[in-house]
């Protein structure tokens, strides 16, 4: 009796293999189908055009006559190229002050935010409301905040400040910062959250046992703990900040002279202004390899501080 | 949902830090705690004030304020002017453009939402050969500046007859966008893998298996792709400023962006204009706001 049970069992097992088995040779196929989507997308809108940007930067392409071969010539007119200059500078004081300036005050906030305080969920959507609308209309907001008979001057005022001249050559590219910081606090508080939340409990607890004190927990267990989500916002910040577009294009249009004139900006007015499309590639992929080295330098350098349980 | 009869298991949520809840009322930490409470204060009201300031000057009389007034008015006067912003949206033709980037944001939601599903359930769940050198250059692309991209895109669609239509602006939606497919694939990876097995057994193609059982557990992370894609579709300037030309096809970012010449001496029409133009994103925010933190899964990505 006990062995017909088990041959009968044994044969179940065996069918089991069987579908198992044969599903995954299926699953291959399958897979590719239904990657078919993003298959097109890699090939139409992501890797293609990364090849053909690469292309068209060696020539002269206005859209109407066929491209023209150009050589390097794109390349060698950017160098000599003041607007060029000016972008590039722009974007490196850009992305310079903006990442550590917003991880840092985020990371206060969500430090903040993380103990039990009444209120949370106004404090979440008074941080959160300038990421959810950081489109045009909140630049021209800003750009009324910020002018001369505006309401920064007349509180700073309040207090005894002269008016400053928010969008003069001087302080246009820090205003333009400032936004950023304004718009961008709202999501790196939320991942801060996130990591803060993910530390687990024993580490304070052993912590406090070796005689720790509020520093020393901070300091040996939070701060270690946080590096992983340092880093994953640092990449992402450094990428994102590199495309400031809507606050330059809205406000300043590059201006006062070429004080605010990022690189998204320039790219765009010189091939969708201008079209000079071959001239605009060449650009835009100086940028993508400023990028990718900038990337590639935080990736293989982690191992020197991002801490991994 | 009812048909597996499972329920995802919450995402263990870790208590607070000890150190970080203050049960001990010792001098030290009511000081500290009130700093943080005056710090979060100060923060909150930075961050919110500029908001306060256009809503102010939106519900000011029209004409009655300009942008050379002094000192600048800090409370709307009595009676608000409510009807400034039904105004705003019938004024021709801002509610034209406010319809345009509705239809668009929600072509653009539903497309990424149901291809970047798939694609995330693929990556995460089923075993194929290049899998992972398919999803490294997917992760590779998250690095490539849009304007790289954007020229032969450009050229692409010209050449489709696709310029100053909405069709360049949703339609790549549908094929899926690398950091969709990245938050779902991780999300996927935290179901439990019993759930294909189970169904595998039952004689369940893959997209069955998607489609019926791991679906309708994804509902956090569909949601916040579902709001990233449409904040993202609605905020979005520089694709409209691309390929739009013609005035009735404008969405509500570049109408701002170009008619804000033509109501510079009308500071409070263009205010409530802004008002109002922010007001969807808001909604959809206040909404779904519980799925934001929730949706996002990092773990499993070390270097």
Known sequence: ?309 | MASTGYQPAPRPIQPLPASTISTDPTAAARIKRVAATLGLLIAAFVSSVPFYYMLNLALQEKGGYGLFDWPPRMVPEWPLQLHNFPDALSQSPFGRYFLNSTIIAVLSVVGTVLSSSVAGYVFARMRFPGRDVLFIVMLATLMVPPQVTLIPQFILFKSLGWYDSWYPLWVPHWTGTAFAIFLMRQYFKTLPSELVDAAKIDGANPLMIFWKIFMPLAKPVLATVAILVFLGSWNDLLGPVIYLQSNDNYTVQVGLAFFRGQYTMDIVSLMSASVVAVIPPIVIFMLTQRYFVRGIVLTGLKG
Do not use: C
Not at chain 1, 72 to 89: H, L, P, S
Not at chain 1, 187 to 192: A, I
Not at chain 1, 229 to 255: K, P, R
């Open chain 1, 1 to 309: 009796m006990l062995l017909a049970a088990r041959t009968e069992r044994l044969r179940a097992y065996k069918r089991l293999a069987r579908i198992l088995s044969k599903s995954n040779v299926n699953e291959g196929i399958w897979a590719y189908v239904l990657l078919i989507p993003y298959l097109v997308n890699l090939l139409l809108f992501t890797a293609g055009p990364v090849i053909a940007a690469l292309v068209l930067s060696f020539t002269h392409y206005d859209l109407l006559r066929p491209p023209i071969p150009a050589g390097i010539e794109n390349y060698a007119r950017a160098f000599g190229d003041r607007d060029v200059q000016a972008a590039f500078r722009n974007t490196a004081y850009y992305v310079a002050a903006y990442v550590p300036i917003t991880m840092t005050f985020a990371l206060f906030i969500a430090i903040a935010l993380n103990q039990k305080i009444r209120g949370i969920v106004w404090y979440r959507a008074a941080f959160f409301i300038p990421v959810v609308t950081s489109g045009v209309a909140t630049a021209i907001m800003w750009q009324i905040v910020l002018s001369k008979l505006g309401i920064a001057n007349y509180l700073l005022g309040l207090v005894g400040f002269r008016p400053v001249d928010w969008w003069g050559y001087e302080r246009a590219l820090g205003s333009i910062i400032m936004m950023g910081v304004w718009g961008g606090l709202g999501v790196l508080m939320m991942f801060w959250l996130s990591a803060l939340q993910g530390i687990p409990v024993h580490l304070y607890e052993a912590a406090s046992i070796d005689g720790a004190g509020w520093w020393g927990k901070f300091r040996h267990v939070t701060l270690p703990m946080l590096t992983p989500m340092a880093l994953f916002l640092m990449i992402l910040g450094i990428i994102g900040s590199f495309q400031v577009f809507v606050s330059t294009f809205v406000i300043t249009s590059g201006g006062p002279g070429n004080a605010t004139l990022t690189l998204a900006l320039l790219i765009y007015q010189e091939g969708f202004t201008y079209f000079y499309m071959g001239y605009a590639s060449a650009l835009a992929y100086m940028m993508f390899v400023i990028v990718f080295i900038v990337t590639m330098i935080q990736w293989r350098l982690q191992r020197y501080w991002v801490f991994y349980e």
